[in-house]
């Protein structure tokens, strides 16, 4: 294995300790997960661009979800992928700050379009006659424009503070690049970073707790309307899996550095620090397909006509 590092390039040092056995073995797991994922947010986002009965809000909002998905998921499978198939753990400095900026506009992109869905559904439900005047054409896009634009101004202002400073180190220890291991390589960090990654913070808090407050007063609405639990099991249900799901995978992201310190088994280390590259991308269109009802009925619409064809 070559680890030589250049000023050019960098080092992924998070599968040193992996043997060829475990690089096979993860690589079979890993090719058909990304494989499944392209299939399923692809599916999804064909059924809604060309059922023309879900051009609505919520089904929008998930048509983004989906291809959010699929950025976060590409920009990071391909790359691992090389990594465990030819040993090679090497990137150039400018793949691996695409690499990033990707990575950042999935992540912060999740939050933002979770959280919008939040709002649509606690619109739906608490405000069902307003619905339609609040959901406009023009709001709906704005609110898109809002879900794209954020992620990108995050992936911007990580990438300033990212490449303010040269490099001194040359090793990253995920399997991905991401910002906070860029910024860690710097010869010096001053006020910024700290800046920066205090704003992030915030805003996630505050996109989280539109969530967690648009939550609260649907459960109120639904208390004593039977209209408003049947809205909440169809539509609401797969939402809170998904944001609960996406939630508990960057806990688990976050929380490696101290998994790490309790000498963790390596391979789950480094599979605990992608895990909200890997689960939130393939489960989000299980539950979605499974749980809103007109999604379900085209899908299995599709798979008779199919059946009936082959016959």
């Not at 809000?57 to 391909?78: A, Q, R």
């Amino acid at each position: 294995m070559n680890n030589i590092s250049s000023p050019n390039f960098l080092t992924i040092t998070a599968l040193n300790e992996w043997d060829w056995t475990s690089r096979i073995v993860f690589f079979s797991f890993a090719l058909p997960v990304y494989l499944l994922t392209i299939v399923l947010n692809a599916a999804l986002i064909m059924i809604i661009a060309f059922e023309k009965a879900l051009h609505e809000p919520m089904y929008i909002f998930l048509c983004n979800l989906c291809v959010n998905d699929l950025c976060g998921t590409t920009g990071f499978y391909p790359r691992a992928l090389v990594y465990l198939l030819t040993e090679t753990n090497r990137i150039s400095i400018e793949e691996c700050i695409v690499q990033s900026i990707v990575i950042i506009v999935y992540g912060a992109g999740e939050f933002s379009n979770l959280s919008i869905m939040a709002v649509d559904r606690y619109i739906a439900i608490c405000r069902p006659l307003r619905y339609h005047s609040i959901m406009s054409p023009f709001t709906v896009r704005s609110l898109v424009t809002f879900i794209w634009i954020y992620p990108c101004f995050l992936s911007i202002m990580a990438t300033i503070v990212a490449m303010k400073y040269p490099f001194c180190r040359h090793e990253i220890v995920k399997l991905f690049c991401e910002n906070l291991s860029l910024v860690n390589l710097q010869c010096k960090q001053d006020n910024l970073n700290g800046i920066f990654n205090g704003w992030m913070y915030v805003t996630a808090i505050v996109l989280i707790s539109f969530v967690l407050i648009s939550y609260f007063k649907i459960i109120l609405a639904c208390r004593k309307s039977k209209v408003n639990q049947e809205k909440f099991l169809s539509t609401c249900v797969p939402h809170l899996i998904s944001f609960l799901n996406y939630i508990a995978c960057v806990f688990f992201d976050s929380s490696q550095t101290e998994f790490r310190t309790k000498a963790l088994p390596h391979m789950l280390y480094s599979f605990l620090t992608v895990i909200f590259l890997i689960v939130p991308p393939v489960v989000n269109p299980v539950i979605y397909g499974i749980k809103l009802s007109p999604v379900r009925a085209k899908i299995l619409f599709i798979f008779r006509s199919l059946k009936i064809r082959n016959m």
